[in-house]
C-alpha cells in the first residue's frame, strides 16, 4: 500500500524528509522503515475503509536520522481536513476515548 505512486514523490523509504539527506553509517534505518510501513499500511487500509482515496490522504512510511520509524499523513488540505472532521466526530460519539 505504500509503494510508489505517481503523485507522491517521496513515498517510500525516506530518511527524515529531503532535508536530510546523510545516512549514518551503522544506523538500521531498513528495521525502522519496515515497522513504520506496517504501520503506514494498516492506517492506510483503515482510510480506504472509511472511503477516502489513497490519492488525496495517504500514510507514508519513512525514518529519522536515528533509524526510528515515522508514519507522516500527506494529503490534500481538503481531504486532510475531512479526516480531522472524520476523527472529531468519533471523539465527540466516544467521548474522546481510543
Known amino acids: ?55 488525496a490522504v495517504r500514510a507514508v512510511a519513512s525514518t529519522n536520522e536515528d533509524g526510528r520509524g515515522v508514519v507522516r499523513l500527506a494529503g490534500w488540505p481538503g481531504a486532510v481536513n475531512r479526516l480531522a472532521g472524520f476523527l472529531e466526530a468519533r471523539a465527540d460519539v466516544d467521548g474522546g476515548a481510543l
Open 1 to 55: 500500500m505504500t509503494g510508489s505512486g505517481e503523485d507522491w514523490p517521496n513515498d517510500g523509504l525516506d530518511v527524515a524528509g529531503s532535508d536530510f539527506g546523510f545516512w549514518v553509517s551503522g544506523v538500521d534505518y531498513i528495521a525502522g522503515w519496515r515497522e513504520a510501513r506496517e504501520a503506514a499500511d494498516r492506517l492506510n487500509r483503515a482510510l480506504l475503509g472509511a472511503g477516502f482515496e489513497l490519492s
